[in-house]
């Protein structure tokens, strides 16, 4: 049976479902400026702005200009003992290629570089054809990958690694700051604001108006988490793809428990070597000294830059064990049936799935320093083997915390 077989019923209903924990509310109407909440899990379901595709092709506009610049300038200039180096964007990048860190530069070229990218060329291909009014192949698809690679574009995060930086080589080193870089920091402001401003149930509206669709009146529905459509069990057992944005549509992601429950346990065994292990090595006249990630906070504390050493302590080791017991503690919820209140489990997953990808501040710091300092005998500096790790800790997290299914927290208490 096909979507668009006769025996498939494509309707509209005025309904929203809370992709947080699957309550149904009335679609009520809202005005430009507000948003709606969910009264159960406090999921945000809704956000209006007034004039929103206008503002979100200007902003993509500039984005497109700001992205050109930032790889068209320095980014970064580095002056030490007279001698001066200028560093580009990706310079880190092949700075770890040429080390053989295949891995890690693959990482923070995804997350600096490829991620923007698809970010901006696809907001242009989509807001270009809401603007003429065509509808052109794959649109639902970009549409639909646009919100999927959201938190694996992680520009500002690298740009507060680019601030630790300049404090940690301060000593060393004076940083000047290239036109690249004022570039990338605008583009990070700019991108933030396409997408909020991009209205994504409007769009879906003017893609397919119907946005149910069932094979029977009485059939259970399943929301897609892609386009907030509902489809039918039935059409389900036949094909799982939503007949409107054509992504998985699932009741429960399947073997959430499991799943996230391996990959917790690989983080967690990741986590031992990721803080025991040295992340970097610096030679400075020809001494070499090795620090691990506790270690370069209390370096940092005792240079007098206390914030800065606090900023790091909570992102790359309260953060990644927080995660890994807060997730622990969902599935222990999940597992033991109804326990404790499911609005605040709801509440730690979105916050643990938000602050997650904070982490990675540590491996863009070593990313940079490598690229940076490159003096030879008078200064180098060479990642260590814990940064894999660390990013494994990071990666394996974001990955479990994806893998969980939030809805499972509800279904433990309506059982
Ligand atoms: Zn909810
Ligand atoms: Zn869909």
Redesign the pocket.
């Known amino acids: 049976m096909s979507v668009n077989s006769p025996s498939v019923r494509a309707s509209y209903a005025d309904v929203i479902v809370?992709h947080?924990?699957d309550?149904v509310f009335d679609n009520v109407p809202f005005s430009a400026g507000q948003q709606l909440s969910?009264t159960?899990?406090g999921?945000v379901m809704k956000v209006k702005h007034a004039n929103w595709l206008m503002q979100a092709a200007a902003f993509t506009v500039t984005g497109l200009i700001l992205f050109l610049l930032t790889l068209a300038f320095p980014f970064i200039g580095l002056e030490a003992a007279g001698q001066e180096q200028s560093s580009r964007l990706l310079s880190g990048v092949w700075a770890l290629l040429d080390r053989d860190r295949f891995l890690l530069a693959s990482l923070v070229f995804i997350t600096i570089f490829l991620m923007p990218l698809v970010e901006l060329v696809g907001l242009g291909y989509v807001i270009g054809a809401r603007l003429l009014d065509v509808k052109p192949p794959g649109l639902a698809k970009v549409l639909h990958l646009l919100f999927v690679i959201r938190p694996w574009n992680m520009m500002e995060i690298f740009f507060i690694g680019v601030l630790i930086t300049t404090i940690k080589l301060g000593d060393i080193a004076s940083l000047l700051p290239g036109i690249g870089l004022y570039a990338f920091a605008g583009l990070i402001l700019v991108l933030i604001y396409s997408h909020t401003h991009l209205d994504r149930e409007a769009l879906w509206h003017w893609l397919r108006h119907e946005n149910r669709f069932c094979g029977r009146d009485d059939e259970p529905l399943v929301v897609c988490h892609g386009c907030g459509a509902q489809v039918g069990e039935s059409l389900l057992d036949v094909n799982d793809r939503c007949p409107r944005c054509h992504s998985t549509v699932r009741r429960r992601i399947p073997d959430s428990y499991q799943r996230t429950l391996a990959l917790l346990i690989a983080a967690t065994v990741l986590y031992l070597p990721a803080n025991l292990l040295p992340i970097m090595t610096t030679v400075q006249f020809g001494v070499a000294s090795s620090d691990t990630i506790m270690s370069g906070v209390v370096h940092l504390f005792q240079s007098g830059n206390a914030g800065i050493a606090l900023v790091v302590f909570v992102a790359s080791v309260l953060v990644p064990i927080a995660k890994i017991f807060a997730i622990s503690y969902l599935l222990w919820a999940v597992r033991k049936g109804p326990q404790g209140n499911p609005r605040h489990q709801a509440i730690l997953y979105r916050i643990t799935e938000f602050v997650g990808r904070w982490s990675m501040i540590d491996v863009f710091v070593v990313t940079l320093l490598v690229a940076l300092v490159q003096f030879g005998v008078l200064a180098n500096i060479e990642p260590g083997g814990a940064i894999v790790c660390f990013a494994g800790v990071v990666v394996l997290t974001m990955l479990a915390a994806e893998t969980f299914d939030p809805r499972l927290l509800w279904d433990a208490h309506s059982e």
């Open positions: 809370c947080g924990c309550h969910c159960y899990c999921e």
